[in-house]
């Protein structure tokens, strides 16, 4: 199983590459005798960039949204803005995100402020290790806008100039920090990407409950033990989940569904034998007292457990 990674897909690059260029030789052939207006002194190179967070309501991003669900979680425990932001940004979305504005500055008239304003955007998610995803104020957009979502409030692009101020207000001192502290900015994902991890011992977790997991592994059966211990290392180190009192069901989900999917490029064996260990680690933390008797993801309950190991009793 391939832990680390994912396997570029020539073929649908190649295609989504050509048709990009169909379209751009097309819409130049359209636009050949428009001139759209110029940018030529700093001023106004600032008042556009103002204009960066209206892109969130351009009609090719208008349904796009972080992960509502997640979302109300993390507020449910009392997390900060930044925090929850950081978290939210996940390669799923900011792929997606990059996608679309590359449709976006496609469709524009070459040259002109949207067209601009979706190549820097596009720019800044590409060069993520120089400048960091929290620091670009389109994602503080997307951010208000799915959070007025969630609280049952849809927001309308008229309200988001007010937003982002009242945004920036709350956040001041972080802000402040931050701007003295640029790692601070690094979304938690990139920092344990980039942080060489010696110690195979995840963090999340205490010696002595390692200690204890591992004599639990133990008892099973050689090859089975020996599987269990690569699907924890995957999800332990790989995905590197938040300490064990925040997580939550959608975690799980996210972590089962998309990112051992996208990452791991998992056969049917493998599937199952994740999902067993998963409900192994859960049962062994419960009999612990450490997870709640109702901590149960929905992707996980999807069919049950059929190997003999999996029956076992945890120590």
Do not use: C
């Amino acid at each position: 199983m391939a832990k680390k990674g994912k396997t570029k897909k020539s073929g649908m690059e190649k295609r989504r590459h050509d048709k990009r260029h169909r379209k751009m030789v097309k819409r130049k052939k359209l636009m050949i005798h428009r001139s759209p207006a110029q940018i030529t002194s700093p001023h106004q190179l600032e008042k556009l960039l103002k204009t960066l967070p209206n892109l969130a309501f351009d009609p090719m991003l208008q349904d796009l949204y972080l992960d509502e669900k997640m979302m109300q979680e993390l507020i449910d425990q009392g997390l900060e803005e930044p925090q929850i932001l950081s978290r939210l940004l996940t390669p799923e979305f900011l792929e997606e995100l990059g996608r679309r504005l590359e449709d976006v500055e496609d469709s524009a008239v070459p040259q002109s402020p949207k067209a601009l304003l979706a190549k820097a955007s596009r720019h800044q998610l590409e060069h993520s290790e120089e400048i960091p995803h929290l620091s670009n104020p389109l994602l503080f957009a997307f951010f208000l806008k799915t959070r007025a979502m969630v609280e049952g409030n849809p927001m309308k692009l008229a309200d988001l100039a007010s937003a982002i101020r009242d945004f920036e207000e709350r956040n001041a001192d972080w802000i402040a920090e931050a701007s003295e502290n640029p790692e601070l900015l690094k979304n938690e994902v990139e920092e344990e990407i980039e942080t060489p991890k010696e110690d195979l011992e995840p963090a999340v977790f205490s010696d002595e409950i390692m200690q204890d997991l591992e004599k639990d592994l133990e008892g099973l059966s050689q090859q089975r033990a020996d599987r269990m211990r690569e699907d924890l290392e995957l999800f332990l180190e790989d995905f590197g989940p938040p300490p064990l009192e925040q997580w939550t069901s959608s975690m799980v989900d996210q972590f089962f569904l998309e990112w051992f999917v996208e990452h791991a490029n998992p056969t049917d064996e493998d599937r199952l034998s994740m999902r067993e260990t998963m409900l192994h680690l859960f049962k062994f933390l419960r009999v612990r007292k450490m997870l709640g008797e109702d901590f149960s993801p929905g992707s996980l309950q999807e069919s049950e457990p059929t190997s003999p190991e999996s029956q076992r009793t945890v120590a």
